[in-house]
């Protein structure tokens, strides 16, 4: 394994462990719409951020390569966030 491909795996599971730390504290709750693209929103931001942090703090160079890669984890969290919270039954 070189060195980027464990770069790459700090990435993923620092900005994972985040997300799934916000979707475990929203278990349980139904919410409006609007409320479940403002999380997805706020987790797309910081899982963007912390990926991008943890690359450099890795040593990662290429700064349009590091906030490329990042953005795409966080968009994907971001998505997997809202697509759990709108699969959730609504209340009858």
Do not use: Y
């Amino acid at each position: 394994m070189q060195s980027g491909d464990l770069r790459v795996l700090w990435m993923a599971v620092v900005a994972s462990l985040f997300s799934g730390g916000v979707l475990a504290a929203a278990i349980g709750r139904r919410r409006a719409r609007r409320a479940v693209f403002g999380q997805s929103g706020g987790i797309f931001v910081v899982a963007t951020l912390l990926a991008g942090l943890t690359a450099f703090a890795n040593g990662a160079t290429v700064d349009a390569g590091v906030w490329a890669m990042s953005v795409v984890m966080g968009l994907c969290l971001a998505a997997s966030s809202a697509l759990i919270a709108l699969a959730r039954p609504s209340a009858s």
